[in-house]
């Protein structure tokens, strides 16, 4: 790991280092709420401005609400705060978790992060000014004679949101893609295989969260399906795991003196296995002969040429 004195850490440091890391994110948000809220209509009359120009001739959103007016300008101010403040979010929640992973993991997390940053503004820029303008052009010309479309502004606030959002996800499928491929969770083959399972659910995924018109929902099922080749394409430039990669970050974190400290107790449980297996292969005969040498040592030595029946000699009295 790239800091592996960070996982020596109490539960309580983690903790606090979340807290920290929250109240900035709060803090991000909070400016930019400041900064859109002083032009939230003008913000509102953007937004609006695709169906507001497709809509007859003195005809024009409505209200049908008292809070309204307010609250949906105040709502869009917040959403767009957390929208503009997510490479922040992300950062903070990268930091939170960059010191868990491993060098090869942040080497592929780091561009997999930026990527999806921005597929997910090309997503909403995507559904802002090319589903839009064919979406409400085809709402507002299909209603039956004599019906004047005079749309909320709040359930055009909600219906766009979550237009931006399930493109913003939809463009997010390259990054899927490859952390499936990276991950050895699937293979390109496999995917290969299932492309055109991919390519009905697709369409099954559009009707599901566009409206129910087939215009919107094609607009999604095709540049999902497109997406979803080009994440194949981007998974054979990152690679299946190596089953090295775990074992060689595992030499690179083991300390030299943990290292040293297990080969040695490695060495001493050997020698004193060798000295067990010595002394268990030693026969029994070994050990009275052990214990009858002192006694061997301390007896005189006798000639050559005397007999032992004889007992010993006495001493020359000259």
């Given at each position: ?13 983690h ?31 953007y ?109 055009y ?6 237009l ?5 996800l ?44 087939v ?50 107790e490695?060495?001493?449980e ?25 006694e ?6 006798l ?5 032992p ?10």
């Open positions: 790991m790239s800091d592996p004195s960070l996982n020596d850490q109490p539960l309580i440091a903790l606090i280092e979340l807290r920290d890391r929250l109240i900035r994110i709060l803090v991000v948000i909070l400016l930019f709420f400041i900064a859109f809220i002083a032009f939230a209509n003008d913000l509102y009359a937004l609006a401005e695709p169906l507001q120009s497709l809509l007859p001739e003195g005809a024009s959103m409505i209200a049908t609400q008292v809070a309204s007016p307010f609250l949906a300008p105040f709502k869009l101010a917040l959403y767009l705060s957390v929208y503009c403040g997510a490479p922040m979010i992300l950062y903070q929640l990268w930091g939170f978790i960059a010191p868990g992973l491993y060098h090869n993991e942040k080497k592929i997390a780091a561009p997999l992060l930026i990527s999806s940053i921005f597929l997910f503004y090309a997503g909403m820029a995507f559904a802002y000014y090319a589903v839009f303008p064919l979406v409400f052009g085809f709402f507002t010309t299909i209603g039956p004679t004599g019906v004047t479309v005079m749309t909320d502004i709040d359930a606030l909600s219906f766009v949101l979550k931006f959002l399930a493109f913003g939809a463009f997010e499928i390259p990054v899927a893609t490859m952390l499936l491929v990276k991950a050895g969770i699937a293979s390109p083959e496999s995917l290969k295989q299932k492309r055109p399972y991919v390519f009905i659910g697709c369409f099954v995924i559009g009707m599901l969260i566009t409206p129910p018109d215009i919107s929902q094609t607009l999604l099922a095709v540049p999902m399906w497109l997406l979803f080749e080009a994440g194949l394409i981007g998974a054979r430039f990152v690679g299946a795991p190596r089953a090295s990669d775990s074992s060689v970050d595992i030499e690179e974190t083991s300390e030299p003196e943990t290292v040293a400290l297990i080969q040695n490695a060495s001493d050997a020698d004193e296995t060798d000295e067990l297996d010595g002394f268990e292969s030693k026969p029994s005969g070994e050990e009275s002969n052990d214990s009858t040498a002192p061997e040592l301390n007896k005189p030595e000639p050559e040429d005397s007999d029946t004889e007992g010993p000699q006495k001493p020359d009295s000259s």
